[in-house]
């Protein structure tokens, strides 16, 4: 497994090792002691997601201000463009944000720490989207923050204005959002 920093060094790249040739393809795709010996953390998973979006869906910038989620996403169908936001206050990179493409054909996968918002743009005629989280949903402490909050400035790699559910419409913006100390 490969592991890259991006430009918020807490957010990962995990590029597995995978093996393929005519028949197709095989990777492993978790492993907890190697996740933890790559990333020099030691959180374990609770629970695992599975979305299907269609192209143009953002669902996000989501994140729980208590029991927050660590998140190890990735796609196993389609493609998406990922984004991480930095929400921790007291973090030199508050408010920044990194993204990445995730998709079926490169299998990278993005680890984004508790205190991060999170979200992602369906790039292909449709994705799906798994992530493992290292703390249970909690509808109670769920938050979003707005997708195109200009004071993040995160560049989506579209000019349409995406799908968003009822709950995303109404995101936030950094300046009011509950955030980590």
């Known amino acids: 497994m490969k592991v890259t920093p991006t430009a ?3 957010v990962l790249i995990i590029e597995p090792k995978v093996f393929g040739d005519a028949r197709g393809f095989f990777y492993e795709s978790f492993n907890q002691k190697a996740f933890n010996e790559a990333t020099g953390t030691d959180h374990q998973f609770v629970q695992d997601n599975h979305s299907r979006s269609a192209r143009g869906v953002l669902r996000g910038l989501h994140y729980q201000i208590q ?5 190890l996403v990735r ?3 389609g493609a998406v463009f990922d984004v991480a936001v930095d ?3 007291s973090s ?3 408010g920044k944000w990194v993204g990445v493409e995730l998709s079926e054909e490169n299998h990278r ?5 508790p205190g991060f918002a999170h979200g992602f ?6 994705a799906e ?5 290292t703390d249970y949903y909690a509808p109670e402490y769920e938050r979003c923050i707005a997708w195109n909050d200009p004071s993040i400035g995160i560049q989506w790699p579209t000019d349409a204005v995406p799908q968003l559910s009822a709950k995303d419409v109404l995101g936030k913006y950094l300046v009011s959002a509950e955030v980590f100390p």
């Open 75 to 77: 796609v196993v169908r």
């Open 87 to 89: 929400i921790r206050k």
């Open 92 to 94: 030199p990179t508050f």
């Open 67 to 71: 029991q927050p989620q660590g998140k």
């Open 8 to 10: 918020i060094p807490d």
């Open 129 to 133: 989207f798994l992530y493992k989280t």
């Open 109 to 113: 996968q993005m680890w984004v720490p």
């Open 121 to 126: 743009l369906v790039t292909s005629e449709s």
